[in-house]
């Protein structure tokens, strides 16, 4: 008789956090600073891990500094000044720069890190080349105010870079994902729909953002996506997954209902901002099938919890499509 299947994993139990969590604090930062979080994550060559973190100073306002790791879990070794910061002179990003996304273009034999621009308009979206993430070329904004949450795929798709956006207006209640395509990281389409907050008293029904650059696996693109609930405790942010079409990523062709990555422990729980999980970074090893999804814990601290590549699509396959932007 044959044996039964496994039984699929589920969605709760799909990442695991790292026991060593928080694996990042301000107390390991070689500069006075409050707090470090929402970090861009990437592999180098040599195996070695780099997070490109927000660090807000004593002031309030964030930077972007770099951290490595040969393990991606320990033995963190912080950069004494920051890889970008923000520019009194500069409208656009006076108070700080913000929320990194870093992705490998091997065509480009670099990484673009998508990052928040804050300044008296708002957020807004802005881009930076670093070859070796010790200097950065800046691309400057390519998303005006509002927007926020922008992180680009690694490569182009019918002849355009894809960056997920998260476009929003004051005139709107709405703060959905969408996509715009460019040839050259400078001029981008109009934004185009791709997955909306979800009505009621979901989890993700008042605003979500693409975390993590999507990731691309034979089933499509896998998106981490954080999803935010008003409760009368204050907002509560939760990681879930999407599974986007591999030829044109606005097309959604499956959502987990569920969340799979809520506040519960106490460096979750507590912080600055309460309970927020913040989903930002995110690496794979195909070797071992392993992700590695590297988050900002209470806008405090930084924490990474790990999951089988193969079951968390095996999870998606299972789920519906999900509710798409209504016009
Ligand atoms: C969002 C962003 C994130 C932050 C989150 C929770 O609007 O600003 O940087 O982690 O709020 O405060």
């Not at 004593?58 to 923000?86: C, F, I, N």
């Not at 890190?113 to 691309?139: K, N, S, W």
């Amino acid at each position: 008789m044959a044996a039964d299947p496994p039984a699929p994993v589920r969605a709760a139990d799909l990442f695991v956090r790292h026991p060593a969590n928080p694996i990042l604090t301000a107390d390991a930062w070689p500069y006075a600073v409050n707090t470090v979080f929402n970090p861009g994550a990437t592999t180098t060559p040599d195996g070695g891990t780099v997070l490109v973190c927000r660090v807000e100073d004593r002031r309030g306002v964030s930077h972007l500094t770099v951290a490595r790791s040969d393990d991606g879990v320990s033995g963190w070794r912080v950069d004494p000044k920051p890889l970008l910061a923000g520019d009194e002179d500069d409208p656009t990003n006076r108070w700080g720069v913000e929320d990194p996304r870093v992705t490998r273009v091997d065509a480009m034999d670099g990484w673009v890190i998508a990052y928040t621009a804050y300044g008296p308009a708002g957020p807004c979206v802005a881009l930076a080349l670093t070859r070796d993430f010790e200097t950065v070329e800046q691309l400057g904004v390519v998303m005006p105010p509002e927007d926020k949450n922008a992180c680009l795929l690694p490569r182009k798709i019918d002849g355009n870079f894809i960056l997920f956006h998260r476009p929003t207006s004051s005139s709107s209640h709405r703060a959905d994902v969408w996509l715009s395509r460019s040839s050259d990281l400078r001029a981008w389409s109009n934004p185009e729909p791709v997955l909306a907050a979800r009505a009621g008293t979901w989890w993700d029904s008042v605003r979500i953002g693409m975390g993590p650059p999507p990731l691309e696996t034979e089933h499509g693109w896998l998106g981490i996506y954080h999803g935010v609930r008003n409760t009368v405790a204050g907002p509560a942010y939760r990681a879930g997954l999407v599974l986007l079409d591999l030829a044109d990523p606005s097309v959604v062709k499956h959502r987990s209902p569920e969340w799979v990555l809520s506040p519960a422990t106490d460096y979750e729980r507590q912080g600055d901002v309460p309970n927020v999980v913040f989903p930002s970074g995110l690496v794979h090893d195909p070797a071992t099938d392993e992700l590695r999804l590297y988050y900002g814990a209470a806008d405090t601290s930084i924490a990474v919890a790990t999951a089988r590549l193969s079951e968390v699509l095996a999870y998606l396959l299972t789920c519906p499509e999900g509710e798409t932007i209504e016009s």
